[in-house]
T-cell receptor, first 115, second 113 residues
C-alpha cells in the first residue's frame, strides 16, 4: 500500500515554463486536493476534487490547472511558471466521509523553485 | 466559514519538560480537528484527530489534545519533550460536509538539550 505518491520531489523551472506535478493514491479515496506551503502561512488549498470528472478551485487557484480523469490520479499543472509559485506542494487524499472522521493522507511533498 | 489560529509561531522547551501548543478555531458547524507534525523537509504526519467522540484525544508519540467547545480551542500537549519532537506543528479544521481543510500558520517547536 503506497498511500499518496507525488512526483517529482524536487524541480527547478525557468519563468514561463510549464510543468505537471503528478499525484497518485491507491486507497480508492474520492477526495483529492493540492496545497502549497509557504513560510508562516501554513498550507493553502489550490484545487480539489470530490471524484473523477469533478474539480473545483480552492483558495489560491490562479496559475494552476487540474483534472481528474481517474479516481487514482490528480495532476497539477503550472501553465506558465512564475517566481511567486516557488513553494512546496502537497497532494492529499481522503474518503468523502467516514465514521472515524475524514483523515487526510498527504504525499511527501514536491519542492519547486522557479527562477 | 472556518478558520484556525495557532497562538504561538515558535515554542522553545527543554528536553523533559512539558510542551503546550495552542490552537483556537472558528466554525459554524461541528468540526473535525487535527494536529499534524512536519519534520524538516518531510511530509505531514497525523498526530491525532477529534471527530465528536471523546473530548480528550490521545495521539502518537505521547501527544494528546483536548477539545473545548466553550473555548473553541484544541490545544496540543505532551508531558515530556524529546529531542525528536523538534518540528513544525499544524492545527487543522475540517467539516464533514465540506472536505476542505483550513490550516493554522504552524508552530515551530525547538527542543533544548
Amino acid at each position: 500500500n503506497a498511500g499518496v505518491t507525488q512526483t517529482p520531489k524536487f524541480q527547478v523551472l525557468k519563468t514561463g515554463q510549464s510543468m505537471t506535478l503528478q499525484c497518485a493514491q491507491d486507497m480508492n479515496h474520492e477526495y483529492m486536493s493540492w496545497y502549497r506551503q509557504d513560510p508562516g502561512m501554513g498550507l493553502r488549498l489550490i484545487h480539489y476534487s470530490v471524484g473523477a470528472g469533478i474539480t473545483d478551485q480552492g483558495e489560491v487557484p490562479n496559475g494552476y490547472n487540474v483534472s481528474r480523469s481517474t479516481t487514482e490520479d490528480f495532476p497539477l499543472r503550472l501553465l506558465s511558471a512564475a517566481p511567486s509559485q516557488t513553494s512546496v506542494y502537497f497532494c492529499a487524499s481522503s474518503y468523502a466521509y467516514s465514521d472515524s472522521g475524514n483523515t487526510i493522507y498527504f504525499g511527501e511533498g514536491s519542492w519547486l523553485t522557479v527562477v | 466559514a472556518q478558520s484556525v489560529t495557532q497562538l504561538d509561531s515558535h515554542v522553545s522547551v527543554s528536553e523533559g519538560t512539558p510542551v503546550l501548543l495552542r490552537c483556537n478555531y472558528s466554525s459554524s458547524y461541528s468540526p473535525s480537528l487535527f494536529w499534524y507534525v512536519q519534520h524538516p523537509n518531510k511530509g505531514l504526519q497525523l498526530l491525532l484527530k477529534y471527530t465528536s467522540a471523546a473530548t480528550l484525544v490521545k495521539g502518537i508519540n505521547g501527544f494528546e489534545a483536548e477539545f473545548k467547545k466553550s473555548e473553541t480551542s484544541f490545544h496540543l500537549t505532551k508531558p515530556s519533550a524529546h529531542m525528536s519532537d523538534a518540528a513544525e506543528y499544524f492545527c487543522v479544521v475540517s467539516l464533514f460536509e465540506d472536505y476542505k481543510l483550513s490550516f493554522g500558520a504552524g508552530t515551530t517547536v525547538t527542543v533544548r538539550a
